[in-house]
């Protein structure tokens, strides 16, 4: 299972092609209470989004397959944040979310359904991957036992997450090669620039 493990987290890491920055990680390990609120929304969100493709594309027997139980997954995945935080004593707010997954979106093609849905799972593949890459790197960096064993634990569901979003782009776009490389080329340089907000998806945060 292990060498399972370091496998997808391989070929997870050659999909992104960049890893997380070293302050970004140094920033989110003297900012952990802002980081699991955030963490908190991103779960939720996620379960937006598939609930919201089987919404729009309810006719994709394949799609749907895979974002119900997805979406089941998301929300089980909040809710055992927001415990968590409960018992650290951490209050879940209102974030402003940093402009990760907009830059993204503003490429995605109004002129056809099928591409348009096929950048969106591209998108969603992406942020699931970095997702995965981020709770990996994090660990080292965490002084909470329980806080590390839970992300031990997330790691691999994001991972097939972004399997199956990738699976899906692939079956309704073809070749998406160069689709992908657009998306890439983007949350590449959005990782590596500097932020004006610290969230889980977001650049290097600058320094108060």
């Known amino acids: 299972m292990l060498k399972r493990l370091d496998t997808d987290l391989q070929l997870l890491n050659d999909f992104l092609q960049i890893k997380t920055p070293q302050r970004w990680l140094d920033f989110a390990a003297d900012h952990i209470p802002l980081l699991l609120i955030d963490h908190a929304h991103c779960e939720r969100k996620a379960a937006a989004t598939a609930i919201n493709f089987m ?3 309810p006719e994709k027997r394949e799609l749907v397959e895979v974002m119900s139980p997805l979406a089941r997954e998301e929300l089980l995945h909040f809710e055992k944040v927001i415990n968590f935080m409960t ?5 879940f707010c209102p974030l402003q979310p ?6 993204m979106h503003k490429q995605v093609t109004s002129r056809n359904v099928l591409q348009r ?3 969106q799972l591209i998108i969603g593949a ?6 995965c890459e981020r709770f990996h790197a994090i660990i080292p960096y965490l002084e909470d036992q329980d806080l590390v064993k839970f992300y031990g634990t997330l790691i691999k569901s994001e991972a097939r ?4 979003y990738l699976r899906l782009a692939k079956l309704y776009g073809g070749n998406i090669e ?3 490389k657009l998306f890439l080329t983007i949350e590449n340089d959005f990782i ?14 600058q320094i108060q």
């Not at 018992?87 to 209050?91: L, M, P, T």
């Not at 620039?193 to 945060?205: E, K, L, M, Q």
């Open 117 to 119: 849905l096929c950048d």
């Open 192 to 205: 590596l620039a500097t932020d004006t907000v610290f969230r889980f998806h977001s650049g290097i945060p």
């Open 178 to 180: 160069e689709r992908l």
């Open 161 to 164: 997450h972004f399997e199956d």
């Open 55 to 57: 919404g729009k594309y």
């Open 126 to 131: 992406i942020i699931e991957a970095r997702s």
């Open 87 to 91: 018992n650290k004593g951490i209050e």
């Open 98 to 103: 940093s402009g990760y997954a907009t830059q």
